[in-house]
């Protein structure tokens, strides 16, 4: 037989970079921020220094934190298109590198949607109509909303069988998440629930151009609101910068 690896449990500190990467996602920590010292981490996470410095290290080595000499570690500034890497996870996005993922998913998801709704069957329709009750369900909480907005885009693309779109939409789903949930911070989720149920009514029908009108619509709207509050939001930072 050939070699096979034994499954590893995950790690205590693999938990913990984990969260280390969710805290830059929601923007807990931010490009140039110190994060606490190992000390300070090790006794909030009931954990050792050394379990501590491990998870540290992980986020290092994906190019997230950096450490300064004697004095201490920090989060790294990092070009948007690392963000593309299958092999380093996104962990934050700024102002440009979401417009970025908008723009993506203006050009593919649109004729993904095309695609679903000509291939759905009614096993698809059920898991879309479940995946938005969740959605309306945990609607007030940002990040399970923008976890299962993710869901819904991601079963489209699974629905479309098309295995390039499928793996794709996969390895940028990090990316995908960050800026859903930049989105939803900003915008909102009323908007996102009837844009969804738009388009499960449209797919119920088969109805392909129907439903990339809707996607098309959908997802223009995020972009406008989004360029609009990102942008006055960096002038506004700019501005407090001049007054410090």
Known sequence: MEKIRPIQRTSVGEQISDQFKEFLIEGRWKPGDKIPSESELAEAFGVSRVTVREAILRVTALGLFESRFGGGTYVKEI?????????????????????????????????????????????????????????????????????EDLNFHLEIAKITKNSLLIATMNVIKSALRAAMFRSIQYRGNEKGIAYHRRLIDSMKQHDEKETMRIMEEHIDDVYATMEKDLRKLEEESKDLAKCE
Do not use: C, H, W
């Open 79 to 147: 070009d948007p298109g690392i963000y593309m890497n299958a092999v380093i996870p996104v962990a934050y996005l700024d102002t440009n590198s979401v417009l970025d993922v908008i723009e993506y998913r203006q050009v593919v998801e649109v004729k993904t949607a095309g695609l679903a709704a000509r291939r759905a069957n009614e096993q698809n329709i059920e898991d879309l109509e479940s995946i938005l009750l969740r959605m309306t369900k945990v609607k007030n909480d940002v990040e399970k909303f923008a976890e």
